[in-house]
Structures are given as C-alpha cells and as structure tokens.
C-alpha cells in the first residue's frame, strides 16, 4: 500500500456550504475540536494509511491553509520523495482557474503524470472520520473496480452538491443521482467524496472528458456511464461527521463532547495537526467547568458548560458560556453570558455582553469582531 | 572564508539526578517531565533559541535514551539547522584514549573539537536542572562590554542557604574578587548560577592547563573558576533576577510545578515574549466532564477528568474517573486514577494505575512528605501508599 497510492485533497471545494467560516478561508482550514482545521482529518487519514504524497489543490483564499500546512512537518509529510505538495490553479492566457472538478483534476494532471503510483485517493475535507484507506484500495482491488467510491448510510443532506448511490447486492453502482429529493425519506448512501481511482485510468478519463468537452465530473462522467464504468460503493460503517452547513457544524461539534465518539476519532491513532507551543491550560481558582473540550493556551476564571474552546481562550471571572463553540485567541471578558454561539478566531467580547442563539440557529460572531 | 559562530553553547546533561529517586531510575534529570507538557531540558534549549544562540551541544552521560529520543533532531526548538543546531555529545572511544565524563571541566574538554569546529568567539556553559527564563545574549552584551574573560550568572539566595551554592564575592563593578565553592561561613549571598560566558580561547586554554593537573576534580566550579581567578584573569559577575529553580529534588520539583499555578504565577510558562518550545503530545483538547471539578489548576491535552483535580498539574492523556480526587499534586503523562482513588500530595510518573479506592500520600501539611510513584506501576485497589513513600515497584497493599 504504502507506495502504491498517492493522495489527492480537495481544499475548496464545499466552501459555498459554510460561507461564515469559508469567507476567508478554504473549506480545509475551517477550524474544528478545538486544535484541528478540518483538512487535518483528510490528510491524517491519508498519513495514517501509508500515504507520503499528497497533493493539496487550491482556488481561492488559501494563505492560511498554506500558513497551516506549512513545510508539511507537523503530519511527517516533509519528504524529499512526494510529501505535502500544493496545487494551486493552473491558468494561461486561454484558460480561466477551475470552476469544476473536473476542471480542477484537468489542472493536475502533470502532477498524477509525475507520479508512480498505482492508485489514487481523492477527498475533499467536508468530513470527519477516521477512516483507513488501505482498506479502500484493498476492495477496490479485490472488485477489480475502476472507480470505488465511499458511501455513508445518512438521513438528511444539507450540501448544495451531493451525490446518493445504488449499489446493487456484489456493491456494484447501478445508479447514481445528483441532488436528488431525500430529505424526510429515511436514510439514503451519501456519498462522502472519497473516491478511489487507478491514477493511469483517471488521467485518461480527464483527457478524454476534456476532448468531449466535458465539465462536470459528476454529470458528464459519472452518471452518464454507471453501465459502461465499474463503478462500487464501499460502506463506511464507522462514524462520519459531515460538514455542510453552520449547523451541521454545530451539531457534529457538540458531538464530539460524547467518549464514544472522540475513542473513534483519536483513539486509535493520531490526529496530526499544525503545533503552536501553547502552555498548557490553565484552570483559575472559582472556576466551573463541566462537560466540555479545552484547548491548550487557555485560560478559564468563569464558568464553561457543554462547550468547545478552541486554543488560547480567555474566560474571564462571573462569565457564563453554555453551548458554545469559541474559536482560537477569543477573549471572553468579565460577566459575559454566552448560549449556542460560535466565535471565529479573535473574537473579543466586552463585559457584561448577553448573546444566545439557540441549537438549530447558532449565533455566529465572525472574525476578529469585537463586541 | 571559515564560517563562524559568535557564540556555542554546551549543554550539561550527563547528571544522575539521584535526588530525584524513582523519577530518574531510567531517565537523565533533564528528560523529567515539568509543568504539564515540558521536560527540564526544554527551559535551557528555548532559552538558546529565543536568546539567538543556535548551535548548542548537549552532553549526555547518565541514561541517555530518553534525552537523545526527545531532542531528535531539534526542530521542536527550531534548532535543526544546515550550519550549528542542537547536537548530543556522548561520551566515545578516541585512538589514544577514552573515558566517560569526569566532572563538568572533562565532559567539555573532551568536546574541545566540537566546539572548535564552530569557531566560536565565546562559549555559553549551561546545566540542565534548573527551570528559569532568561536572555543569554544580554549576558554576553555585558561579557564584552566588560572585556571578562569569564562572567558567571548571578543570583541573590536567602543568605541561610548560601552555603548550597558556589558564592561569588564581587566589587562594586561586579568584577569577581573571590570564588569560594559551598562556603561554610558565606561572606556574601549571591551564588552561582551554574551559567557561563567564556572567551573561547580563555576556555580553552585553562581546560588544557585542568587536564594536566592530576589533582583536579575536572569541575567547573572546584577547579577551572579558581584556577582562572588566581592567574588574575578578568572575571566578572552578572547579575538575574527572576525566577530561578533548581529542581534537583523532589520537593524543589513539587514546588517550582505549583508556581506556575494561579493568576499571577511566580513563573509563566504562557508568557508569548519568551515561548517556552517544546515537543507537542498529539491529542485532542481535554475533556474535563459532566461531575468533574477543576479548581486552580493545569491541564494538558488528552486528559480526560471526571473527579476532582485541585491546586495540581496534570500532563497529556491523565485520566481521572468519577469519585476520584486528585490534590497538590503533579501527574505526568498517560497515568490513570481510577473511581474513588485519592491522590494528595504526590509526584506520580508516567503510565501509573491507581486502582479504584487506593489511596497514594497524605494530606499536605501533615508533615508526611510527598509521595513519589515511579513509572509504569499499578497501585492496587483499595492500597494505600503513605505519604513520603517512595516507590518504583507494583504494590498491591499489606
């Protein structure tokens, strides 16, 4: 496995889902549990699957997810052989950066050409899972598949693109729909935009699609050809965080307060994610805190129920906050009492601010704003 | 052109720390776990780096494994660089000679060919017991200031225990007229701190001069220090205040841990001027739960609390279950205190299990002593550890 499939991550794609966190930055460097950004998942899953080359691809507003990944230490993906490897649109004169998918594995195709390994991983960072993708390329292998791809057994969708899948009883894709009506239907197979590929057979469906003058890798490729492709599902059975609205964020935040669900996600191995050498949290005398996640960096006088702070928060004394997710350096003053809010990073709340949203409509405080 | 480096500092990290008992049966003083997330070692490197010192030799002796394992290669503390970064010297097998290090004054001269490689203008002599935060380059501001030859780091100790430390006697100009080594009648109480500038080729040449001596111990203190002072070179004193803490034994430990507690810590490890660098545990924040109470502490990631923690510093993936307590305490990585344990006033390494109901130390103020858990033991449960027990071995009880 370990050098015969290359990673591929998809960065921006989904950014229209979240606009609140995605303004200024790409869907994977939207921050989540308190010290992660959500392409932490995609690519741990990657390193933790023996994958040492990824390719990052980029649209728009990624400094900071070039500030994030760095030279790729920080996920041993510093390598002289493949490692962390951005892709940043391509463009000449003719050509405008990617709108589509499709257009985008167009812009990379010198990088899977550079490549020598057999397969390819494709993801996007709109999920949180830990999921092993030796496990992935093994079915696909055993199914002698073309494209395996990675369905969730899930009850609602809130994406503006999204794909269900029908396999039939060997796993084989005998339809797949685009959008389609399933909300308040019972579950459904959401497919999870992961996707393995042979890496020679994707680069010849993209020069192919790209000579019909396809643009749509989903419309034009996928649904038109379910006969012609082999095309399997592969079950995701474990637990799967998908985040495509402010309130799924919300939703799968809180759910990270449950054991079961963090023994899931970090247990069994490492998440890896951008180290800042913060102190360790500090806990003042007086202070409350019961039923939440604590970063380190963070420093709590008042009280913090059923809540995420993120690195370097500041509670101050006779502050309350319940619900709550408070994102990187938020300072909370004195006397504050705060219910299901989320706070982008630097956030300042004066005292004695009183601000509550509720579960179903988190009130969201953005970037940097002070209050 | 010979590239060069204005100053090299030499790490002292060969001690045995045998006052720290069980913590250092398997691991070098400066590989014990500090302040919830650090080692001691951590404190002198980030000092180097943040002072712009960036070759730094680190002399391991006593239990290396752990040491070497944790530097690596440096990057943690930025110190892994094309020319200089952080390099660990051991002792070696040399075509004539070879011997393990014999006090501080051999462990460098023996390092003679490292230190010249960099072609250094001064040499920065550090230990790494102490837990402090200080800026080397302002010291070796006043060494050339001054045109010393030696200028030696200064603090002022309660005069009752000056008889601990190296004391200098100094002029008004700080100028050093007299070195004397754990005085019995102190006539001054500013002491050494252990710390170092040297004129590199001053550094040199007196090592030399040591080693032809037979009668010397090989020590810095004992004998390099007077022997340059009676030839009438230039040494001078420079004075820190600050928070400085020789944490050589187990209380001094216990103690320098709960300064970092409260709202105006003694010592601030948080401090975003002077990053204390360290290697990161990879876990998700903690979680501190529905029952717990977390009440004037410090916690690092991974932990999961479901007890009481009180006045204690716990470091990544402790776990704490419902009904246990955990008071005056410093808990390191990966120990787990299962229901209805009590742990008071104790130093507990790595990997232990206190099983359910066992009780470890007692009551602080009861005169007992801290008790002391070595790592990778199981208390049993229902067993009582006394308080001042020190123990390095599974115990099931009486």
């Not at chain 2, 390099?87 to 230190?115: C, D, R, V």
Request: aromatic residues 10%; proline residues 3%.
């Amino acid at each position: 496995m370990a050098h015969s499939t290359v990673g591929v991550i998809f960065s921006n794609i989904h950014d229209q889902n979240i606009p609140e966190l995605s303004k200024h930055r790409t869907m994977a460097s939207i921050p989540f549990v308190g010290r992660y950004r959500l392409v932490d998942f995609a690519l741990s899953n990657m390193v933790n699957s023996g994958i040492t080359t990824v390719g990052v691809v980029t649209k728009n507003n990624y400094q900071s997810l070039i500030d994030h990944l760095g030279s790729g230490k920080d996920w041993d993906l510093a390598r002289k052989d493949g490692g962390i490897i951005l892709l940043p649109p391509y463009s000449d004169e003719t050509d405008a950066p990617y709108t589509t998918r499709l257009e985008a594995l167009k812009g990379i195709t010198g990088f899977l050409r550079h490549r020598k390994e057999d397969y390819v991983v494709i993801s996007d960072c709109d999920g949180v899972c830990h999921m092993d993708y030796s496990e992935i390329v093994r079915f696909h292998e055993e199914n002698r598949a073309d494209v395996t791809m990675v369905y969730h057994r899930e009850d609602s969708v809130e994406s503006s693109y999204y794909i269900t899948l029908e396999p039939d009883e060997t796993g084989r894709i005998r339809g797949l729909k685009i959008n389609p009506d399933v909300n308040g239907t019972g579950t459904f197979n959401l497919y999870v935009n992961v996707m393995v590929v042979r890496r020679q057979y994707l680069i010849d469906v993209i020069q192919d699609a790209v000579t019909r003058g396809f643009v749509s890798f989903g419309r034009d490729i996928l649904t038109k050809n379910v006969d012609t492709i082999r095309i399997f599902g592969y079950e995701f059975k474990g637990y799967y965080a998908g985040i495509t609205s402010i309130q799924k964020y919300y939703k799968h935040s809180m759910e990270m307060l449950n054991k079961e669900v963090r023994d899931e996600l970090f247990g069994a191995r490492d998440i890896y994610t951008k180290v800042r050498d913060s102190a360790p949290s500090k806990y003042f005398e007086g202070a409350a805190v019961k039923d939440s996640l604590i970063s380190d960096g963070c420093i709590i006088e008042g009280t913090v129920e059923n809540s995420i702070l993120f690195r370097g928060v500041k509670v101050g004394k006779g502050s309350v906050v319940r619900n709550s997710i408070i994102m990187q350096d938020t300072v909370i003053e004195s006397d504050v009492s705060l219910d299901c809010v989320i706070t982008d990073k630097n956030v300042v709340i004066r005292d004695r601010r009183h601000l509550s949203g509720c579960a179903e409509l988190p009130y969201f405080i953005a970037k940097g704003r002070m209050l | 052109m010979q590239r060069k480096k204005e100053c090299v500092a030499m790490l002292l990290a060969g001690g045995q720390g045998s006052r720290l008992y069980a913590l250092t049966n398997n691991i070098a003083k400066p590989a014990v776990a500090f302040g919830a997330k650090y080692r001691i070692i951590d404190f002198p490197l980030s000092n180097c780096i943040n002072s712009g010192i960036d070759t730094v030799g680190v002399l391991t002796q006593y239990e290396p494994l752990e040491l070497n394992e944790y530097i690596g290669n440096g990057q943690p503390w930025d110190l892994d660089r094309a020319f200089g970064g952080v390099h660990i010297l051991s002792p070696y097998q040399a075509k004539k000679k070879s011997s393990w290090y014999e006090g501080t004054a051999n462990a460098i001269y023996q390092n003679m060919s490292f230190m010249k490689k960099y072609n250094p203008g001064y040499v920065l002599i550090l230990s790494g017991d102490h837990i402090y935060k200080m800026n080397y380059a302002k010291m070796l501001k006043r060494h050339i200031e001054t045109g010393a030859d030696c200028t030696i780091a200064a603090i002022e100790v309660p005069m009752s225990e000056a008889s601990r430390f190296g004391i200098l006697n100094t002029n008004d100009d700080g100028s050093i007229y007299q070195f004397e080594e754990k005085p019995k009648q102190p006539k001054s109480n500013l002491a050494s701190m252990g710390i170092y500038i040297f004129t590199a080729e001053k550094l040199y040449k007196y090592l030399e001069l040591d080693e032809q001596d037979p009668d010397s111990e090989k020590d810095f203190g004992k004998n390099v220090l007077p022997a340059m002072l009676n030839s009438g070179e230039k040494m001078f004193s420079y004075r820190f205040e600050g928070y400085w803490k020789d944490v050589g034994t187990i209380s001094s430990l216990w103690e320098s841990n709960m300064d970092l507690l409260g709202e105006n810590p003694a010592f601030d490890v948080g401090d975003a001027d002077w990053k204390i660098h360290s290697r990161n545990p990879l876990a998700p924040p903690e979680y501190i739960g529905m029952n717990a109470k977390v009440d004037n502490s410090m916690i690092a990631l991974g932990c999961e609390i479901e007890g009481t923690v009180e006045h204690s510093i716990l470091a990544s993936n402790v776990v704490v279950e419902e009904g246990a307590t955990v008071r005056d305490s410093v808990i390191m990585a990966g120990t787990v205190v299962r229901k209805g344990a009590v742990v008071e006033y104790s130093i507990i390494d790595e990997n232990v299990v206190v099983e359910e109901n066992a009780k470890v130390g007692a009551e602080r103020g009861a005169d007992a002593g801290i008790a002391v858990l070595g790592r990778n033991i199981t208390i049993g449960a229902g067993a009582t550890v006394e308080g001042g027990k020190i123990l390095d071995k599974d115990y099931r009880g009486e």
